[in-house]
């Protein structure tokens, strides 16, 4: 067994943190790239050569034509899946012996997006993206998911899905009066879809360790950010899968001991969609001017996103949790032309200063941002490509937030293709 050459890229913000395009230039590096947890919730855009491209599923290694894996903890949506692939392909991206997902992968049903839709439509609302995430982990937890291995036992299929979909009925009726679902029309379309995806059907928990064993460069990549995790993020309002570096070894069967290496993802500011408390969110055109300038509408959901100024208490949790020593920070060019930019540094809470994360959502929102001010630097950075040739006042913003997460920025992106990003030697 050779010694692992893993990395898994992951988020230290609410998601959204570019990570997409510092995965697309890790994945030409790699020989395999692996997706662990989330679904279709997510959105990676990835520009190459002018063309842009937004995957929800398949990882972005695939327009490099790597072994791409979409592992077992996953949640997947056939029929989103399906039709990715198909787009990938008529733009000419080979995807024969180049894509595999788990017979382990949970599927997401036409009642998970039912239900995700009728618990949004009343108590509490987290914002999601009503792809059917929550409901479809939750059923995996309770024992009541379909996995991708059950579409190809017909008749077990057919049974189990008559059960669920009877006790989702009741339910959907109870909550929103929905009209009932005809089970054997969904074994029909999802039977239908069993035969679209066989060809890419594989035991991922042995591919990917073999990968592994055999001393392949494995890139991991995350979705969502650690702040939305279902154990450490800003809970209730997160995502239902652990989406950082916790969720690796559970979401592909690759042991904790052969991940190598952790990089960490956060934007130069901060961002969030959905609901839930952001201590550092800016209101009114201080946030419209990042809105507009970074672009910031949700690849999946085209919702305006929410944002504001770095959050070091936030950001320091999420790198203990992932254990990161290095660091990319994307969209620095979108702070240009700022006269002061702001660095949270801790949170004055109930009249105390602290540093700590307040594991409780409503006590997080009340927390008070206490801001570093820096002075902001002018000009257009997307031409640089050494860190030293930055504008003065933007490389002492970069080396504070290296000495307060304790990190090394290794790359950093100024602006959206692959070749807009200095890389630190
Ligand atoms: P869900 O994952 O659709 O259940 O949504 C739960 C929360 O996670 C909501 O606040 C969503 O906006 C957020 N979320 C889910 N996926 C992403 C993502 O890829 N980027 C940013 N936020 C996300």
Redesign the pocket.
């Known amino acids: 067994m050779k010694a692992p050459r893993t990395i898994c890229v992951v988020g230290i913000q ?3 943190e570019g990570k997409g395009k510092i995965v697309d230039l890790l994945a030409k590096k790699s020989e395999v790239v692996v997706r662990y947890q ?1 679904g279709a ?3 990676h855009t990835v520009v190459v050569g002018g063309e842009k491209f937004v995957l929800h599923l398949v990882p972005s290694g695939i327009l490099h034509r790597r072994t791409c894996v979409i592992a077992n903890g996953v949640v997947v949506d056939l029929a989103q899946l399906i039709r990715e692939v198909d787009e990938l392909r008529s733009r000419g991206v080979r995807i024969e012996g180049n894509l595999h997902l788990s017979d382990r992968s949970h599927v997401v049903m036409p009642y998970h997006k039912a239900l ?1 839709a009728a618990y949004e439509g009343g108590g509490l609302r ?6 059917g ?2 409901p479809c982990y939750a059923d995996k937890a309770s024992r009541k998911g379909i996995r991708v291995s059950s579409l190809f036992s017909p008749a077990a299929f057919r049974e189990m899905l008559r059960a669920h979909v009877e006790e989702k009925n009741r339910v959907l009726a109870a909550l929103c009066g929905a009209k009932p679902m005809d089970p054997d029309v969904i074994a029909e379309e999802y039977l239908g879809y069993a035969e679209r995806i066989k060809e890419w059907v594989a035991d991922t928990v042995e591919l990917v360790n073999r990968a592994v064993d055999a001393g392949k460069r494995v890139l991991f990549e995350a ?3 650690t702040l ?1 995790d279902i154990d450490f993020g800003t809970y209730p ?4 899968s652990n989406s950082d570096a916790c969720g690796i070894s559970a979401g592909t069967g690759v042991p904790p001991g052969k991940i190598r290496s952790i990089l960490g993802v956060a934007k130069a500011y901060c961002t ?5 408390p952001f201590p550092t969110e800016l209101a009114g055109p201080a946030a419209d001017r990042i809105r507009r300038t970074g672009g910031e509408y ?4 085209g ?1 305006p996103r929410r944002c504001g100024w770095f959050d070091g208490v936030a950001s320091r949790y999420a790198v203990r949790v992932n254990g990161i020593r290095e660091l990319a920070v994307t969209k620095l060019d979108v702070l240009s032309d700022i006269d002061e930019v702001r660095f949270a540094t801790s949170y004055r809470l109930d009249g105390k200063k602290t540093e700590s994360m307040p594991p409780d959502a409503e006590a997080l929102a009340r927390c008070e941002p206490v801001y570093e001010t820096f002075r902001g630097w002018k000009g257009d950075l997307s031409r640089i490509r050494s860190f030293d040739d930055l504008p003065r006042e933007a490389k002492i913003y970069l080396k504070f937030v290296e000495r307060y997460l304790n990190v090394r920025i290794s790359m950093v992106s100024v602006g959206r293709d692959r070749e807009k990003t200095i890389v630190r030697g």
């Open positions: 609410w998601g959204d989330g919730n997510a959105g995700d987290i914002g999601t993206t009503q792809r995430i929550g979705a969502q950010g939305l309002y997160v995502t239902s969030r969609v959905g609901e839930g949700g690849a999946t959901t919702r």
